[in-house]
């Protein structure tokens, strides 16, 4: 099984895309372009350089350069990862980042919760490998996520034991005009979970409000 710094390594490359800033409710209130470089200098050293490019104003530079990784972070065997805070306390900032990688394309999220617990906002990261070209991506609508979807669930662990798979389902169906329900199965036989939520449809947001999630 490869390690956690050999998972991490094969997000390396050059990365093209930009920085798109969302409200609690979906509305995007920023898109910055960006390109990352990812390299390891070394065997044991990582170097990352974020460049932004907002509109109007001189590229904005940032260098990262690490050789080991927190407890915070994992990565599984395809590259893809999770970062961020190790528990939610009250009365603090939490905040935490999620990437998948398929090919030339990175797809990340960072969501940020304020010190009531409450999202805040969310940045949405698309890139693709430079010299490669951008997949299409027409606007997600309701219809294309209503009903049932079945895959699998990887729990990886801080501790280094070995990582767990479980099968997962999730049925989506739209109750009404500006509602809907969800389902989402995690196990089998007897160990099966089931979790139920209702929720409303917005403009630009699905917002579940009842049920454990």
Not at 41 to 70: A, G
Not at 114 to 133: F, G, Y
Not at 153 to 165: G, K, L, R, S
Request: proline share 8%; net charge negative; aromatic share 10%.
């Amino acid at each position: 099984m490869a390690s956690q710094w050999e998972n991490l390594l094969k997000n390396q490359g050059i990365w093209e895309g930009s920085f798109t800033q969302l409200a609690p409710d979906g509305a995007i209130t920023q898109d910055i372009p960006s390109r990352l470089v990812f390299e390891a200098t070394d065997p044991k050293t990582v170097r990352m350089v974020l460049t932004h490019f907002p509109p109007n104003r001189e590229p904005r530079q940032q260098v990262f350069e690490f050789q080991t990784l927190s407890r915070g972070f994992i990565a599984c065997g395809d590259g893809a990862f999770s970062q961020g805070s190790m528990q939610w306390g009250p009365f603090a900032n939490f905040g935490a980042e999620l990437g998948l990688i398929f090919g030339d394309a990175r797809l990340r999220i960072v969501e940020l919760y304020n010190r009531e617990s409450d999202l805040d906002r969310l940045t949405l990261i698309r890139e693709t490998r430079a010299q490669t070209t951008p997949p299409t991506r027409p606007p997600l609508t309701l219809p294309q996520l209503l009903g049932e979807w079945r895959g699998e669930a990887t729990t990886y662990y801080p501790d280094w034991q070995p990582e767990t798979t479980v099968p997962t389902g999730l049925t989506l169906t739209q109750t009404g005009d500006q509602t809907l329900e969800q389902e989402l199965r995690f196990g089998e036989g007897a160990t099966e979970r089931v979790l139920h939520s209702v929720g409303s449809i917005g403009d630009q947001a699905l917002h579940f409000t009842t049920g454990p999630i």
